[in-house]
DNA sequence: AATGTTACCACCCATAAGTGTGGATGTCAA
DNA sequence: TTGACATCCACACTTATGGGTGGTAACATT
């Protein structure tokens, strides 16, 4: 296990198809089908990757058993985090970083999360925006202080939780807005664990 | 395809066994693993209740294909984003999905794209706040509005990109403090295409 | 000049794995 | 009581798939 081995063009290549496809579809490509993929007529070829692969500690593969490829280093396509940029661009300053985005936290949590386009401008005072996405895992309690989504009366609504003396209220970030009180009218439905904006 | 199918208790096992090892190891079993895990001595046993599964539409199943079977409703690599929320919970009402977040691009984005920390409040006012990331691609113009990352003299600031008159300003979205002038001493290294921000 | 690595190939083999045939038994509703 | 369906079986067949052997060629390092 080679620690500080590093890939080739191509191997990254076929390591990307492999990682891919597994992410995707969860089913790992055959050799074969990794052959099709890159055009080799021989399936020894793809042996030869998956071993260099192997012995560079990017995957595991299991002797005799079918599409068996395992990853095991996930740090490749995650997106550095570059606490300060430098000059010298475009190479980007290894020491910079801070640490790896890691989408697959966001992507591949359970099935009780889901995303919530945002409308109005309620709670602008914390960064939130109308088209807005929220990532919502669903929960059925929260925290003061925690931005949660509740049903009020069909109808969603992204707010703080807060309390004041012993009821509960929604809070808008927005003074404009005003509270609104916990009642049997309102459903939590979870709390926002995240906010992405696209651009452009 | 039986829409209003409900699976029978062992179908529901089976199911349960596929589904977990298809989450966890992301390697769907074959037909004699199956077999192997509820000591049925024959494929047969199993091919029957495959064969009900995607009858009933909880499962697709390639021909000819080892391991080749496939959970139908969730994509794992997207998700769902709601325009509205219902009562009704924790059942997602499928027609309520406005669409899926797809974060494909992000994770497989070329190594032109990075993240940046954000520091400091002067793009508040664009919701953009301390200690968010900001994705950057990386790209040496930009149009006037957009947000954009520049160096100023070795520091990396995120900011707007405005016209007024015949210059540049890099423009905060705060209006405690003031534009800068673009001049030589300001790269701009690329445009911001996306925020994100994790709570909790 | 020797060695190692990468990047391919053809060909073959053993077995892993999906599929087909033809049953058997029991349950439950029509 | 007929028929649809669920739940099993044995056994055979076909295809898919991983792995082995033994090459060639280019290129960089030693």
Redesign the interface.
Known sequence: MNKSAQLTDKQKDVF?FIY?R???????P?VREIAAQFGFSSTGTVRDYLHALVEKGYIRVSANK???I??IKENL?Q?????????G??T?AVEEI?GY?D??S????D???????VRGDSM?GA???PD??V?VK?QAVAQTG??V?A?IR?E?TVKYLRKRGRHYFLEPANPQYEPIPVNEDV?L?G??????????
């Open positions: 990307k891919k597994i992410k995707q579809s969860q089913l790992p055959t079918s599409r068996a395992e990853i396509f997106i550095p985090i570059l606490g300060r940029v430098q000059a661009l475009p980007l801070e985005l989408l697959d966001l992507v591949f949590s099935s009780n999360t889901f995303a919530l386009r602008n960064g939130i925006f807005d996405l990532l669903r925690e931005i989504v049903l069909d969603a459903v439905i709390k926002v664990i995240s906010v992405i904006r696209k651009l452009n």
